[in-house]
């Protein structure tokens, strides 16, 4: 069995994309859903590992898909076989030296379409030493009218022993005639207590330190490797601090930290996930201070709690789901900053 799920703690997947080795029935064209940062990179690359390990008690069989076109003729595929990790094609693999694992990424901000062209000639020719070619085509949702189209080509025409892996946030952001033609499979954020056990692991901070980051990360393991540092608690300080000080006596103030929080939208987004953490603790405290993330600020939340009413707090969530929502909706950045943190400040006057 394929331990994706001992990779990204992502039993869903992990059981899908086995019974698709077991049953020796590869779709042609698989689209993998969920936030960034939860394993469906890592867990692409390790399905192609799994196709093309030369590993000796390797079991080879064909499968036939439900198209009666011969370019949807057999797949090889290696069944109830984990990636041995250090064959040949395994190393060529994790090298990214494979000449037929292909992996496509957006260049700047979009998947242009002279990427997809590219590919498309390469599509068609031969695998060149692989028994499965996999193209691995991540944030297929920044791909431009143009490119969509010419992907959407290969999809309809697959060409033989090559399946795509495409990865996406949400099914919504993607045109729909390309999604309607992968088979899909969604990553959940990974657990809590799993990205604490990885912080540990590959940090080697304390325990208490990776719940707090792990927390910090909203499910995803690439942003706790990120926040996983003292830099990253001495900004949610910052920002607390702040943001409990603000007052409409003092508007200056609230402008000029709406300023900083918007000079980037990834640093606003994060604002937003530390005054949402701050404020369930706040609300948790009151009754149950042991379950509280931010838990090495219990002094700090006391203070605080006897300052907000449970209405009041429970309405900043709305505001700041509202304000994420604007933002991802292209509004400006920062009035939206502005509003927000106004908003709050009124309350702490009230």
């Known amino acids: 069995m394929l331990e994706f799920e001992a990779l990204t703690g992502q039993k869903t997947p992990s059981r899908i994309l086995n019974t698709f080795l077991r049953k020796g029935a590869i779709p042609h064209a698989l689209l993998f859903l969920g936030m960034e940062g939860v394993g ?5 690359i390790k399905f192609a590992m799994a196709c093309n390990c030369l590993e000796p008690n390797t079991e080879t069989v064909s499968s036939r898909s439900n198209s009666s076109s011969d370019k949807d003729s057999a797949l090889t595929n290696i069944k109830n076989k984990t990636p041995c990790g250090v064959c040949l094609s395994c190393r060529k693999i994790l090298s990214k030296s494979h000449p037929d694992i292909i992996e496509i990424k957006p260049s700047g901000s979009y998947i242009k379409i002279a990427q ?71 990553f959940s954020p990974v657990p809590q207590q ?21 927390s910090m990360s909203n499910g995803s393991y690439t942003k706790a490797l990120d926040i996983g540092s003292a830099a990253v608690l001495n900004k949610r300080d910052w920002i607390i601090n702040e943001t409990e000080s603000l007052s409409l006596k ?24 530390i005054v949402k953490i701050w ?39 709305d505001e700041i789901e509202s304000a994420r929502q604007n933002i991802r909706a292209n509004a400006n950045l920062r009035l939206t900053a502005e509003t927000l943190l106004l908003r709050f400040a009124k309350n702490n006057d009230e």
């Open 40 to 44: 469906k990179q890592a867990a692409a």
């Open 116 to 186: 997809i062209r590219d590919l498309c000639k390469i599509l068609a020719l031969k695998p060149y030493e692989a028994k499965i070619r996999v193209v691995i085509i991540s944030d297929v949702q920044t791909m431009n009218a143009a490119a969509g189209n010419s992907i959407l080509k290969v999809l309809e025409e697959p060409p033989e022993r090559t399946i795509l892996i495409l990865t996406a946030t949400e099914q919504s952001d993607i045109i729909p005639t390309i999604a309607s033609r992968c088979q899909f499979i969604r």
């Open 194 to 214: 799993k990205l604490a056990e990885m912080l540990v692991e590959t940090k080697g901070i304390s325990a208490d330190s990776a719940y707090v980051f792990a």
């Open 250 to 273: 003092e508007t200056g103030n609230c402008l000029a930290f709406a300023e900083k929080l918007s000079k980037d939208k990834d640093v606003f987004f994060e604002f937003l996930d």
């Open 279 to 317: 404020y369930r603790d706040i609300i948790v405290f009151e009754y149950h201070p042991e379950n509280t993330i931010f838990f090495d600020l219990l002094d700090k939340m006391q203070n605080a709690s006897n300052r907000h009413t449970t209405p009041d707090l429970l309405s900043r969530f």
